[in-house]
């Protein structure tokens, strides 16, 4: 794989992507993705099939699935991505894979709506999205409105926005987690200390945590029924007018 950058990407998706990938190396950064390790290697450990599809600026390898056969990364033209792409041109067929994971993509995204449309068709029916982003009500993503790092550039879209998007593209949210509780301090040492949080926030999945992962399964289209045919109404039955005889007239 070429870390140079192809000359027909976009280049601020470029630029946006290599500045989220600077930030996610460094401390902070590092600190989120431990914890959303633990998170999407829970979660996936229950799926299984053919292909599991990671996205995301992140230089760390694709989350284990032990029972997925192939684990393959798209993203830019990035050390660790296997097939280079843009977000909104995946080059894969209609429900190619079994599992599709967007870690932090649509947080760093020129376009979030594309993205998730393109990643919701690669999903088979019946196959499962899993979504990470930066939790916008927490100190985390307080921090981003005054970072001067690549954090800035996160768009920090709230999780009932992307549950809402989710519904829109035929997905049923099946599980909402919320991981890495500790404040983005730069200091180890107070991170350290601070570790036992993590142990209290996972055990009540309280709603302040620095990221969430929503697991979301594709509906499996159904068979369309039969159009009944239209009866037209038929006309009211009247009684037919019967002449009255007498009695008179049967005598004669």
């Known amino acids: 794989m070429s870390d140079q950058p192809s ?3 976009d280049p ?16 902070l950064g590092q600190l989120l993705l431990e914890e959303e390790r633990c998170l999407l290697e829970q979660e996936l450990a229950r799926f299984f ?15 284990k699935a032990g029972q ?3 684990n ?4 830019p033209p990035m050390p660790g991505v296997q097939i280079v792409c843009e977000e909104q041109s995946w080059p894969l067929g209609e429900h190619a894979a079994d599992v599709v994971v967007l870690q932090h993509g649509l947080d760093f995204s020129l376009s979030p709506h594309g993205l998730l449309r393109e990643a919701a068709r690669s999903v088979r029916p019946g196959g499962h999205l899993l979504v990470v982003g930066i939790h916008p009500w927490s100190a985390w993503g307080a921090r981003h409105l005054f970072a001067k790092d ?8 709230a999780p009932n926005r992307v549950v809402d998007w989710l519904a829109l593209l035929g997905f049923a949210l099946e599980k909402r987690r919320f991981g890495c509780y500790r404040p983005p301090l730069a200091s180890l040492a107070w991170q350290m200390r601070l570790r036992r949080l993590e142990r209290w926030g996972d055990a009540w999945q309280l709603p302040g945590a ?4 929503l697991v979301a399964r594709k ?6 029924p039969l159009r009944q045919t239209r009866r037209e109404p038929m006309g009211k039955l009247l009684p037919l007018p019967v002449a009255k005889i007498s009695r008179r007239d049967v005598d004669n």
């Open 12 to 27: 601020q998706w470029l630029t946006l992507m290599d500045d989220a990938r600077g930030w996610l190396a460094g401390p």
């Open 210 to 213: 620095g990221v969430y992962l």
């Open 219 to 224: 509906l499996v289209v159904g068979l369309r």
């Open 150 to 157: 690549g954090l800035k550039q996160a768009r920090c879209i």
């Open 7 to 9: 000359v027909q990407a």
């Open 49 to 63: 099939g053919g292909y599991l599809v990671s996205y995301g600026p992140a230089a760390e390898g694709p989350p």
């Open 68 to 70: 997925i056969q192939h």
């Open 72 to 75: 393959v990364r798209l993203g």
